[in-house]
């Protein structure tokens, strides 16, 4: 198993940027992929980055990419979420989840085993 808790979230200007990192605990980081989703208040959870175990896949959700970049230090137990150019719009709880199942691929989807409590990022206009 592997337990997961999101750090780095604030208030950030329109336009700014945030690094946000995600620490695993128990079994690490090393075997699991990595997804970061976020969820606005009355929305749905939407995804926004994945990497693989081995970081030779990355995904990005349509609306970041570009804009924020998905990397992780096995060795640290940390995966990190670097944001830039942050719209109001990006307003939300942030998450990080990790799955042990899938060895070279990660997905944009809700469906990881193990998820943090998520961290509070707000973008003021």
């Known amino acids: 198993q592997v337990q997961v808790a999101e750090s780095g979230g604030g208030l950030v200007p329109f336009g700014g940027s945030l690094k946000l990192s995600c620490v695993a605990s128990g079994d690490g980081l090393i075997y699991a992929a990595i997804g970061w989703f976020r969820q606005a208040p009355g929305k749905e959870r939407e995804a926004v980055a994945c990497i693989t175990r081995a970081s030779d896949r990355i995904d990005y959700g349509t609306s970041v990419k570009g804009r924020f970049n998905v990397s992780r230090d096995n060795a640290r137990n940390t995966a990190y979420l670097q944001m830039n150019n942050l719209e109001p719009e990006e307003t939300g709880v942030y998450f990080c989840?990790?799955?042990?199942?899938?060895?070279?691929?990660?997905?944009?989807?809700?469906?990881?085993?193990?998820w943090g409590r998520g961290t509070q990022v707000t973008v003021s206009s």
């Open positions: 989840a990790a799955d042990q199942k899938w060895h070279n691929v990660c997905v944009l989807e809700p469906v990881y085993d193990y």
